[in-house]
């Protein structure tokens, strides 16, 4: 079946440090990647998409590159700020009304 | 701006009762989900609905019903609240992508 696979946090950085966030995908056919993030006590917000393969998504300074040869979708960032702590969510899916499958989360905390 | 706000950010409701969990959003969307958020669960999907009156079972529906009489109003109904319900409930809305609300955080006792 269709799954996701992210690195187990907790995760913590110092202050302008690169981040890296890997996500691995099982899945047929072609379906679109997203990194959601949730801050504390929050729902989750849309990060950032790529709905095929090659295809960068951005925003906020994160990236993530879909990789269809490798099933991927790492997220990453060259300088993190304390303002990025939250738990970041990788998802898959295959249209609109289809269900997201999301990997099981990564906390990220930054230390100022 | 998509919005979907949620009835309430915190509840507390003793075991047996009756719960309403309501979700709006404002923009039109066909679809809108329902799923619940636990430690060390990540999200499950509990209901979906892809149009007014039309509902579909997620991964976890047991314990729960829905309800869509109007295109951006989505319940969730819990019609006997047990402790093992005491969670996270997140609603989403989406026409190409989801959009979630803010959360409802559910405590039975």
């Known amino acids: 079946g269709n799954s996701v696979t992210q690195m187990e946090g907790p995760v913590t950085l110092s202050e302008e440090a690169f981040l890296t966030i890997n996500c691995t995908y099982t899945?047929?056919?072609?379906?679109?990647l997203f990194w959601y993030v949730q801050y504390p006590g929050e729902g989750l917000q849309l990060l950032l998409k790529?709905?095929?393969?090659?295809d960068k998504g951005s925003n906020k300074g994160f990236e993530a590159t879909y990789r269809k040869e490798t099933t991927s979708f790492h997220l990453e960032k060259g300088s993190v700020q304390v303002s990025d702590s939250a738990v970041y969510f990788c998802?898959?899916?295959?249209?609109?009304?289809?269900?997201?499958?999301f990997g099981s989360g990564t906390r990220l905390s930054i230390r100022p | 701006d998509v919005k979907v706000t949620q009835s309430s950010r915190y509840l507390v409701k003793r075991t047996g009762e009756k719960v309403f969990l309501e979700c709006v959003q404002d923009m039109d969307h066909e679809n809108m989900f329902w799923y619940r958020q636990d430690p060390g669960l990540g999200l499950r999907l509990i209901y979906f609905s892809y149009d007014v009156k039309m509902k579909e079972k997620g991964d976890i529906p047991e314990g729960y019903s829905v309800s869509r009489e109007k295109k951006e109003r989505f319940s969730l109904i819990l019609e006997s609240a047990s402790t093992n319900q005491t969670s996270m409930y997140l609603c989403a809305s989406s026409q190409e992508t989801q959009y979630f609300g803010p959360g409802t955080r559910l405590l039975v006792l």
């Open positions: 998802a898959l899916a295959y249209s609109s009304a289809s269900k997201i499958i």
């Open positions: 899945a047929t056919g072609y379906p679109s």
């Open positions: 790529a709905t095929k393969a090659d």
